[in-house]
Nanobody, 120 residues
């Protein structure tokens, strides 16, 4: 089975920065995409940013220009650099990976989440 472990969450002041990392481990043939989602209290989980094997990226409108997603394929790691953080960014951030595994099927795996809190 695949495991995703996030790190880097914490408390930061508005305008500050955080860097989230996620490492995938387990039975992995290839990772087609990795990304980050977030869920704030009382809200639905939403996409933050994704990156595909082809290098294409996708960002939520609310984070464009502030967040940057990147991968280290050799280490099965995805990173989210978050700058100019706002209180509205407060949420639990979840790592996601679309992984080709058994039967060459692509399945989506999730991390347990890491808390990001932005406040004065």
């Amino acid at each position: 089975q695949v495991q995703l472990v996030e790190s880097g969450g914490g408390l930061v002041q508005p305008g500050g920065s955080l860097r989230l990392s996620c490492v995938a481990s387990g039975r992995i043939f290839v990772i087609n995409a990795m990304g980050w989602f977030r869920q704030a209290p009382g809200k639905q989980r939403e996409l933050v940013a994704t990156v595909t094997v082809g290098g294409g990226t996708n960002y939520a409108d609310s984070v464009k220009g502030r967040f940057t997603i990147s991968t280290d394929n050799a280490k099965n790691t995805v990173t989210l650099q978050m700058n100019s953080l706002k209180p509205e960014d407060t949420a639990v951030y979840y790592c996601m990976a679309d992984i080709v595994g058994s039967g060459l099927r692509t399945t989506r795996s999730w991390g347990q989440g890491t808390q990001v809190s932005v406040s004065s």
